[in-house]
């Protein structure tokens, strides 16, 4: 069966797969859990009686999001800022991943390799332009062009050429199927929309785009002001009037700002939430965050090409002091895919991982390294917020009950991130980000032929699956073989699967409607929310 | 020579001095102590996690444990390796490349001196904090690295305090006497201009290592210095700071400790000066 | 004396760009260049992406004549773009150096307003309890670590007073009030171990000057104590104080930069960290050669003062 898009409300009752949990959550989207269970249609649901329109919102960020160019996202602050004010095709509903209309309000593969997509009707760019087929081709064409030089744009590798067929409608021939591609535009890592013929350079500092925001004032480093949208084309959103974002690094500066009411949103630590814990203003959220930390090895490093070796080595971590002691306790243990992505991860409690020391030092022995051996594993800096270093940290201690030394190698990002992309290592240290659909962090590890393979790893029967996955139309079906693929995975050990974080957010009591860590770091949920005060 | 002021005041004043630059030989010393043995004094290994992390200070860890659970006194006294090691290297780099610089410059004059201070003052278009962040970013952060950089900023410094005494020296009779005689260059250096400036020179070593702990420290607070396993102060303070209240001690000792043996330095310097060169009093 | 101005201006200038070409050349021996880091880990390297970023970043020309367009521009006043942002490098540090330079010199002011009346009482009482205890807190205030006194200051600020300056940074023009108290604990923390050099140098200048044959005979004279000191004995001693803060111009840049880090400021300190992290390659240069102006501008001012004080400097 063909996947199809539909007007909001019909996606929503052919939910497939969803747990409960995330139904419940979808129907509290516009904060009307106690009215009535069943409301919403979508996330950003028409404005209920209880809701207060206007006001300010003086969010914390971390990081600058350096250009506005939406066809070449920098950073992750980047993307979150970027969807303030530019859209796509698809966007992913924030508080279950699934894919949904945007500016197309329908996409049809007409055959596998034709992909037809019906634009929304009366929707204008900040600066009053219509949108049309036009502009979308345009930025397309441009995301695409080697010559803009974007690194994403691998992602839409499949696209061969872009053609409009009328005002209203983009006609996509692929070089090969891709049922995902709709998936990868509603990430939206490499492209919004901007009026066609736009100067690029111009975008950078001052986007033109057809989100719920436009931006009014950035000042690189230092805060960027956003103000509502009044064309915007979903009634009734967003509610909030201004944005008002400050770049701050440090996470004094926001702790102090949070409790004294200067800031009303930011993300904290696990620490710095348990320093404002008894701060009566503020309230807290948690969540998963689909960024996942991993110990790689690479096949170069001959006691790693054994399984008992690496098995030995999974066995005798304990991923729990890991957490305690990288995160103050702030994570979840994952397996190949981060529970909570849709319904593709393995709970943690189902996980095969167990601490048994024993067991470990006679796969040691069997392997021929009955006294270990001597290995460096390269990490960013100690401080680093990425919490590498007191990650491998804690397992280093752990392996010295099997005799593996661990010397950890510092390099700052530059020198880390030179070493990772041309697997330079022995052992490293590093995370998978997230991505629009469970594929991309399966087969780039997995396949033997995938970019991010250090070890080698080759197994026929998942290299199998993968491919079929990625040429499989049916959503359920590709779970199936997600799921096989993990439970492989799982015993094979071509790397260690450590930890994703919990994100903490703390915020002012009057900030309403912003009730769940999105598993991303895009910051949807803030056209639906809205100020108490 | 300026007039002296009355016996008693001035013997008094000598005493008062002599006790701050006592006090920082004392501080010092204890400081090198502390660097020797750090493996006996030390109650655990300052890099195993022996505890629950951020605990507060109790009667097996009298400073409590930090955010990974390492033991806060453990590392403060392998800090005092790093401080004094780094300090101490670098300082003694300079000192060879700076006196030999300043000596050359100030001695042989005209080309080579211009050439010498003209390099020197290249170094000194930017302040030394700066040129060292720069140096230790691009060199990438490790021990060696930092022991480079300081030297590297620091020499100019000693090349100049070289150079001046030199160049009066050149000018005074024994050296004309001693050159009219037939004496080599190396053999006048060394007997007539070096113990002229051996007093400045020391007490300007105390002081340049003083500094090279600060140094040290602030770019190890910045992640650009000394890494783990290595401990240092500078290190502490930089990852502790960020769990203020939580556990306040690692944002407190490890400061501390810097200030310490800073003050150790400055002292000790303060009393040198006077001691060696009374005309060098009040800088 | 002009004549020997200009020279040394020549030469130092002559020294900045020497030392412009020094970080252009470390910071491309570096490993990880900008294409790396804009690439990082999310993205991919497939070869036509990582050329054409190299060309877009001008890294293909061989390196002299990258340094030499670089020279080429700056001359003209252009110092580039970004290759983080895109913006213009000038822009950029435009808006930075303003917060720095507003942060030393309050610092520099504030220690001289404190540190010079200290410096001198503790000369005119020499030797009484007050002097000793100044000496002392001169000589700890040496050694105190800015950035230390900086956490502390957060730290009890934070735990006691509940207080923290508004973060969204404003200019001294918008809002003097808002931006004073931005600028308070930063400007402390900077300012003190200042003081300690400069109370440190007044007073051992007054001490000589007031040691000064023509200081006594002036006393003999029957001038009053005040006068005196304020007239004669105060202009002799503003030559070494205008040389110690000259010369503490560097120590507060470098304690600027992480001061400013750790209270948010966006100054030069925390652009010139920051694009060195990025290996953003005209950042870096830019910032740098500024400092090093700065640096250097202040240097000369500062034997221009010489220059009008002494007149025997004058022609020296």
Redesign the interface.
Known sequence: MRENGHEAGKRQGRRRGLTRRQLLKAAGAAGLMNLTGMRAASALAAPAVLIKRGGTL?W?EVN?P??F?PHNR??ASATVMQRMVYQCFTRQNPRTMAVEPALATKWEYTKPTELVWTLRQGVTFHNGRPFTAEDAKWNVDRALD?????????WYEAVEKTEVVNRNVVKMTLKRPDPLLPGKFGAM?VLGFAPGGSDP?SL??NPIGTGPYRLVEW?????VTFTRNERYWERGVPYIDTL?V?F???E??R???L??G??DFSIVSADGARRLAGSPNLKFIKGVHGVFTVIKFHQRFPPFRDRRVRQAMNLSIDRKEIIEKALGGSGVIIGPIVYGWEDYGIAPEQLPYKVDVDQAKKLMAEAGYPGGFEVTVVSLPEGHPAAFYPTVATAAEHWKRIGITVRIQQL???????R??TLDYDMLV?NR?FRGDPIDVLQPHYHPKG?DNPLGYSNSQVQRWIEQAAVEPDRLKRRDLYLKIQLKVLEDVPWLLLWAPIENYAMQRSVMGYDQVPFDSFKDLIWTTWLDR | M??TPSRA?GL??LA?RNL?GVCGIAVVVALITIAVFAQRLSPFDPNAQVGRRLSPPDSQHVLGLDQLGRDVLSRLIFGARVALLVSMVSIGLSLLAGVGLGLAAGYYGGVADNLIM?VM??M???????L????A????PSLTNVIIAIALVTTPTIARITRAPVLAARETEYVASARAAGAGDARIMLRHVLPNIVAPIIVQATVSV?DAI?IE??LS??GLGVQSPLTSWGNM?GTG?NF??LA?GL??FP?AA??LA??GF??AG?GLRDVLDPRL??? | MKAFLVRRLI??LA??F??SM??FL??RL????AV???????????P??RQ??RK?FGLTDPLPVQYLHWLGDVMRGDLGYSF????PVSL?MG??LPITVELAVLAMVLSVVVAVPLGILSAVRR?TPTD?VA??LG??G????S??LA??M??VS??YF???P????VGLFKNPVENLKQMLMPVASLALPLMAVVM??T???M??TL?QDYVRTARAKGVTERLMLWRHALKNALIPIITVVGIQ???????A??VE????L?GI??????S????DYPM?QGT?LM??LL??GVQFLVDLCYGYIDPRIRYG
């Open positions: 003086n914390a600058d350096i250009s160019d920098v950073n080697p010559r803009t030089g974007s690194p994403f744009a691998v890592r350079r950078a500092s000042a690189p480093n230092d805060h008002n400050k701050i690094t440090q004094d500066p702790i102090a700002g409790r004294a200067a800031i700052e990002l530059g020198a880390w991130l030179q990772n992309n590093g980000g970019s | 300026k007039p005041a008094g004043r008062r701050v003209r003052d290249l000194f278009t930017l302040p030394s904090f700066v060292a962040v720069a140096l970013g691009l060199l990438g003083a600060l420290a602030g607070f910045l303070l700071r203020m209240e306040n944002s407190i400061g810097i200030m800073v003050l400055n002292f303060d009093r009040g800088v | 030469s130092t020294a900045a020497a030392l020094l970080i470390l910071i570096v490993p990880g260049d790396t880091m804009w690439i990082g880990q999310e993205g991919t390297m497939t036509e992406v054409t970023l877009m983080r942002s895109r913006l950029l808006r930075a030797n000793v000496r002392v000589l700890l040496l050694s105190v670590p950035f230390w956490v502390l957060i730290l934070a735990s509940r207080w923290l508004s973060l969204f940074y440190r140098m007073r051992s200048t001490l000589e040691n111009l560097g120590r507060l840049l470098g304690g930069v992480i880090q750790i209270f948010g966006p300190g925390t652009t010139l960290i920051a060195i992290a990025e290996r870096v740098i400092m090093g640096f250097i």
